[in-house]
């Protein structure tokens, strides 16, 4: 074996990615003894627990894996492709095992667009994590690329989440005020971010979020709130991460439960709505609600409603509580 830089973990821990059923269970022993080789025990211990744990709760049995044609194109122009994600793709990937992409997506629709001299052949000016569903912008060229990139260096871009988190929020209108950096961990390092209130923060940059009740009620008979999300920086998880701090973790947000809440299909936060006033065209587009107590998988029951999804909702989110109060 050859000296030098470790391999990384080669179990699906990074960033929030369900272990894959038809690994051998021979390759996987011969990995993990090589890692042994390089790493402290204790460390390959722990994840290899965490992952195994993670794959008996999930029973073997369950299996939502996106395919490379569950991708919807909400917009198309000379200019910019909005398309909708779904939940549990990467935007784009190095890894050779990785061929559902929201690139390879793209690819697929648009083989002509796909540019070889790109690093990943599409301008993806913003990302979305790789649980997280919803609308993506891509621009077609560079000229627009650069136009959507300077709204959002100006903080011109409006963008609107909904989620379901755990428990009742108490106040109808919540503004999240805590600067975020990375978990230094090792066993969380590169994988998860946390806030400046724990010891064990990287450099932290400033980050607020503003979150408004839509309806209480109780997700699979546990109380949960549905909420609409306007981040108004954007840090890495920044979402997530507040919320999980406020106490009021994400439904199925695997990273941030601290790999226990494995039940639900899937993590309950959806790009809903993005405004990109680009000099090219002014893009406003919003999406289906895919959190709805319609859909029986979603087990969601709502009890009181406070705020409909609508324009008077999305301005009240955006305005907050100072320009309300004039």
Not at 79 to 89: G, R, S
Not at 207 to 225: E, S, V
Request: hydrophobic share 35%; glycine share 4%; proline share 5%.
């Amino acid at each position: 074996m050859r000296r030098g830089r470790k391999k990384p973990f080669p179990f699906p821990l990074r960033g929030e990615r369900k272990p894959h059923l038809h690994w051998c269970m021979a390759e996987i022993f011969i990995t993990l003894v090589e890692y042994t080789l390089q790493s402290s025990w204790s460390s390959v211990k722990y994840r290899l627990c965490n992952w195994i744990t993670h794959l008996l709760n999930k029973k073997l049995i369950v299996n939502n894996t996106a395919t490379i044609r569950d991708i919807e194109v909400i917009h198309q122009s000379p200019h910019y492709i909005i398309v909708n994600k779904h939940y549990d793709v990467l935007i784009n990937s190095n890894c050779f095992d990785d061929k559902v992409t929201v690139q390879a997506q793209v690819r697929r629709l648009f083989p002509k667009l796909a540019n070889p001299r790109l690093g990943h052949e599409f301008l993806f000016i913003h990302r979305l994590d790789f649980a997280t569903s919803g609308l993506l912008c891509i621009p077609v060229h560079k000229a627009a690329a650069g136009a959507a990139t300077k709204c959002f260096a100006q903080r011109k871009v409006d963008k609107y989440y909904l989620a379901i988190v755990r428990g009742l929020v108490s106040k109808e209108m919540v503004d999240i005020y805590l600067p975020i950096g990375e978990d230094m961990r090792p066993e969380w390092r590169g994988l998860r971010m946390t806030t400046s209130l724990k010891p064990y923060a990287g450099k932290c940059r400033t980050a607020h979020t503003r979150l408004l009740i839509l309806q209480k009620g109780l997700y699979n008979n546990y109380p949960a709130t549905k909420v609409l999300l306007k981040p108004i920086s954007g840090r890495r998880h920044q979402l997530r991460v507040h919320l999980s701090e406020s106490g009021h973790t994400i439904v199925g947000d695997f990273t941030y439960s601290n790999r226990k809440d494995i039940s639900p299909f899937r993590m309950y936060l959806h790009a809903f709505r993005l405004v990109i006033p680009s000099e090219f065209e002014y893009l406003d587009f919003r999406t289906k609600d895919p959190f709805t107590s319609s859909e029986s998988r979603n087990k969601w029951r709502p009890i009181v409603t406070l705020n409909e999804i609508n324009e008077k909702t999305f301005e009240k989110l955006k305005h907050g509580r100072k320009k309300q109060s004039k």
